[in-house]
C-alpha cells in the first residue's frame, strides 16, 4: 500500500467505512486513551500518514468512528421505539439493548459507555461526544414517551422524562454488566423485573 498522501481524483487504497469499523473496536475494546496508534493503524490496516491524511488526528478518527456506530445504534434505537404502545417500545428497546450487549459480532458492552466515560482533561472531549451520543438516545426515548403521555397511554402522573432517563439507566447499566461477562439470559431476566417495576399494570 503507498504511504502517499491520496490526492483529488485519486481513489484511496481502503475501504473508509470498514476502516472507521475497526478503529470503533479498537476504541470499544481499549477506550480512547487506551487505544494506542500502533494498535489502531494495525487493526485498520493503514500506515500513520494514511490515518493522518484521511482523518486528521486520533481525535478525529475517533468522532467519525463514534458517528458511524451511532448511525447503527440510532437505527436500532428507532425501530425498538416504533411500536404501537408505551410498553411495547420500553420492551423492544430494553430487550434489543441486552441483545446488542450480548453479541458475538463485537466488543461485550457499548462504545459510548467504554470509549472514554473516564478522561484525562486534555481529552474531555471525548467524554463530552459519548455524553452528547447518550443524551441522544435520552431524547429519543423521552420523546416516543411524551407521545403515550399525550395519548393516554401512561399510567396518569408519570413523569415521562424521569421514565426516559431510568430506561436509559437501566440500559447503561446492562452495558456495564456486559462488558463483565453478565449473559444475555441474565440481563433478560433483569428486563423481565424492570418492565414488571416500571408499568406494573401492562401484561
Known amino acids: 500500500m503507498s504511504t502517499e498522501t491520496p490526492t483529488i481524483g485519486r481513489p484511496r487504497a481502503f475501504d473508509e467505512e470498514a476502516v472507521l469499523d475497526r478503529a470503533a473496536e479498537v476504541f470499544w475494546r481499549h477506550g480512547y486513551e487506551g487505544a494506542s496508534m500502533t494498535t489502531l493503524t494495525s487493526a485498520m490496516g493503514i500506515n500513520r500518514p494514511s490515518l493522518y491524511a484521511t482523518f486528521g488526528s486520533k481525535e478525529q478518527l475517533f468522532e467519525r468512528a463514534f458517528a458511524r456506530y451511532r448511525e447503527t445504534q440510532l437505527a436500532q434505537v428507532r ?5 404501537p404502545t408505551a410498553y411495547a417500545a420500553i420492551e423492544a428497546f430494553l430487550r434489543s439493548s441486552a441483545d446488542g450487549l450480548t453479541a458475538d459480532d463485537h466488543p461485550l458492552g457499548c462504545l459510548s459507555i467504554q470509549g472514554g466515560l473516564a478522561c484525562s482533561p486534555e481529552n474531555a472531549r471525548i467524554s463530552e461526544v459519548l455524553a452528547a451520543g447518550r443524551a441522544a438516545n435520552e431524547a429519543a426515548v423521552a420523546e416516543r ?4 403521555a399525550r395519548e393516554g397511554d401512561l399510567p396518569p402522573g408519570v413523569d415521562h ?6 430506561v436509559m439507566a437501566l440500559s447503561e447499566g446492562f452495558a456495564v454488566h456486559a462488558a463483565s461477562g453478565t ?3 441474565d440481563l433478560q431476566a433483569s428486563v423481565d423485573i424492570a418492565l414488571r417495576a416500571l408499568l406494573p399494570s401492562q401484561p
Do not use: G
Open 79 to 83: 425501530a425498538a421505539l416504533d411500536q
Open 145 to 148: 414517551l411524551s407521545r403515550a
Open 161 to 166: 422524562r424521569a421514565l426516559a432517563r431510568f
Open 183 to 185: 449473559s444475555r439470559e
